[in-house]
């Protein structure tokens, strides 16, 4: 196995065990991150998201695969199970990432998902009338990037 699949292996091995220090392990410091719901974060807020995500994980389960990398890049398949906090609603989730690596380390992360799918699942009718459109979207970014910051906030990240 490329030392980069494992690095890959890993940090999905850590969310599965709902463990955000060795999750934070595999990124460079220089690393972004970017999905649907976050955009551009940070490495602060790269670690702080997992952590965050990591303590309010409820009925949580992750299965990972098709995890293939090179020196410069790779990609997995992912699939979390988990209770939405904001709705109690329970969602599966299917999400593709992409990965550019430097100096043995995550330098970007782009994960890919069907926010209308998702919406539908996380948000009930709201997501089923409006999950189509970008207005539903960016307000679920705007909220996703407003809790981050509560959150590094409390917890002095």
């Known amino acids: 196995m490329h030392p980069n699949e494992e690095l890959i292996a890993k940090l999905y091995t850590g969310f599965q065990n709902l463990d955000a220090k060795a999750m934070g392990e595999c990124y460079h410091p220089d690393v972004t991150f970017t ?3 976050f955009t551009n974060l940070n490495y602060k807020q790269t670690l702080a998201m997992w952590s965050m995500l990591c303590s309010r994980a409820r009925n949580f389960n992750l299965l990972f695969s098709d995890v293939v990398a ?8 992912w699939e979390p199970t988990y209770t939405f906090t904001s709705t109690g609603r329970l969602v599966h989730n299917i999400i593709d990432s992409e990965f550019e690596f430097k100096d043995g380390k995550i330098i970007r992360q782009r994960d890919h ?3 209308y799918r998702w919406s539908r699942q996380a948000l ?3 997501g089923m009338l ?6 539903l979207a960016n307000k679920v970014k ?14 002095s990240l």
């Open 113 to 115: 998902f069907d926010f």
């Open 130 to 135: 409006l999950g189509w459109t970008p207005i």
């Open 35 to 37: 999905d649907e719901a």
């Open 142 to 155: 705007t909220e996703a990037m407003k809790g981050l910051a509560q959150y590094m906030e409390k917890h």
């Open 70 to 77: 090179n020196d410069t890049s790779g990609k997995a398949h």
């Open 124 to 126: 009930g009718a709201a």
